[in-house]
């Protein structure tokens, strides 16, 4: 696909403009935004992927995950302000689940130590974690403001900070992972997955594609355990004090 091609496809874009415009739905400025700044940024990162490629270095592959990570995170602390200590716990969660992930991986000899290989499957990684770690906080703060009264009477009664909010937690955890598990239900049925897509549309045969596929679909089930579990048991702690009254969720 060339740039010609490219600019075909705007035909996509022009659609739904009109339709916006027509009905006036007031997304025409959303619609031209979210088209220039995903030309942009994906023609930079094809540009920086191609350096890092080239290279072959592992130190730019490297720079490469730990900016993904940075920004991935940036992504999720916006909207979990409110929860005291969210920005090193998203941080710490997503390296740590990229780690794991990786290191599994390379170990088993799924994966060889390549920029082709690793920054792709990191992103997957990455991305993965952090739209479950957004569903979790915004979940988690629902949750917590809801139940205010219940964990205060938990803890009058001599509960421990882990029984006051375990409801809470366990409801918010419980909606961060549903999403990936029902996807995985209809997968194959409904849609065939975007990785599995790529690699037929680029020459690969159909079981090599599956077989890469149910990896990319394993290691986001694992992702989407690993992410809202860290993210929910490292945060709850900061909601209570060293007396273990409950402080609760920071003002707006």
């Known amino acids: 696909m060339g740039f010609q091609e490219l ?29 220039v700044r995903s030309i942009v940024q994906l023609l930079i990162v094809g540009m920086i992927l191609t350096f890092v490629f080239d290279s072959d270095s592992s130190i730019y592959m490297i720079l490469m995950i730990i900016v993904m990570i940075g920004a991935a995170s940036q992504n999720v602390i916006k909207k979990g302000t409110r929860i005291p200590g969210i920005k090193w ?17 390379l170990l088993f000899g799924i994966l060889d130590f390549e920029p082709e290989q690793i920054i792709p499957i990191s992103g997957m990684i990455i991305g993965n974690c952090m739209v479950l770690s957004l569903l979790f906080v915004s979940k988690f703060t629902d949750e917590l403001e809801n139940s205010e009264e219940m964990i205060e009477l938990i803890l009058s009664f001599g509960g421990e900070p882990k029984e006051a909010v375990s409801r809470s937690l366990k409801s918010a955890i419980q909606t961060s992972m549903i999403p990936t ?8 049925l409904v849609q065939l997955p975007g990785m599995m897509s790529g690699l037929i549309i680029g020459g690969a045969a159909p079981m090599e594609a599956v077989m890469y596929q149910l990896l990319i679909l394993f290691l986001i089930l694992t992702n989407a355990t690993a992410a809202s579990v860290m993210v929910g048991y490292l945060s709850y702690p900061k909601l209570f004090n060293s007396r273990l009254q409950y402080t609760g969720l920071k003002n707006e």
């Open 89 to 105: 716990i998203i941080i710490l969660t997503l390296t740590a689940v990229e780690v794991v992930s990786m290191a599994i991986m």
């Open 7 to 35: 600019l075909l496809s705007g035909v996509f874009v022009i659609i739904p403009l009109v339709i916006a415009v027509v009905l006036k739905l007031g997304l025409t400025k959303d619609i031209v935004i979210a088209s």
């Open 181 to 188: 598990i029902e996807s995985q239900k209809t997968i194959g």
